[in-house]
């Protein structure tokens, strides 16, 4: 079966430091995979997605990059983090009709 | 872009049914899902509609109308536990790959 590991759960850095989110996806072989940013209170924004190793489509300009340097791997980065990089990360993968989440990832900037 | 719209909130008793409207504009439709996410959860897939008509699992049931660009997702027999957040996301085909864009999220509250 697939499944998706998304982590950590919870994360707190100061302005200004580096971040880095991993999600990786197992039991499927070249997922269609996602970063999305939920604000408190609001819909999932999509920050990226990726068809396939080293490729990368990034949705809205931002203090935020996206690799995948492995074809299950879906690494968002930060060399700097802002006060508004704050919410909640979700990493998807969708292959087929469905798309399914990861645990997401709640980073508060402070 | 996609624009997709859906209402902020909706409330509703306990054994009562709830619609929840979803209308969307886009070009390269290729799908649309809702999805249930329960306050501090990931979402999860409740379902999926490529072409027109009506969709029914269990007590949940989604409508597409690809003309009008426009669904609904039906909530029968309402329980507590269908408080949650419920999302309207469309797949749009794109040449670097199908890319999955929500709407803000309806928020359902049940009482009893």
């Known amino acids: 079966s697939q499944t998706i590991h998304q982590w950590p759960a919870t994360l707190v850095q100061p302005v200004g430091s580096p971040l880095s989110l991993e999600c990786t996806v197992e039991?499927?072989?070249?997922?269609?995979l996602y970063w999305y940013r939920q604000a408190a209170g609001r819909g999932l924004q999509l920050l990226f997605y990726?068809?396939?190793?080293?490729?990368i489509s990034s949705e809205v300009p931002q203090n935020l990059s996206a690799s995948r340097p492995q074809d299950r791997q879906f690494i968002l980065s930060s060399k700097k983090l802002l006060l508004s990089d704050s919410g909640f990360y979700l990493c998807?993968?969708?292959?087929?009709?469905?798309?399914?989440f990861g645990q997401g990832t709640r980073l508060t900037v402070v | 872009g996609q624009n997709i719209d859906q209402p902020t909130e909706m409330t509703a008793t306990e054994g009562a049914i709830v619609q929840i409207n979803c209308t969307y504009q886009?070009?390269?439709?290729?799908?649309l899902f809702w999805y249930q996410q329960h306050a501090g959860e990931a979402p999860t897939f409740l379902s999926y509609?490529?072409?027109?008509g009506l969709e029914e699992k269990g007590r949940f049931s989604s409508f597409l109308s690809r003309s009008k660009g426009y669904s609904y997702l039906l909530l029968k027999e309402l329980q507590m536990k269908d408080s949650a957040s419920y999302l309207c996301?469309?797949?749009?085909?794109?040449?670097?790959?199908?890319?999955?864009?929500f709407g803000g999220g309806t928020r359902v509250l049940v009482k009893p």
């Open positions: 998807a993968w969708k292959q087929g009709a469905e798309a399914f």
């Open positions: 039991g499927t072989s070249n997922p269609n």
């Open positions: 990726s068809v396939g190793i080293g490729q």
């Open positions: 886009t070009s390269g439709f290729n799908g």
């Open positions: 509609n490529v072409l027109d």
């Open positions: 996301a469309v797949r749009v085909f794109k040449a670097a790959g199908n890319k999955l864009t």
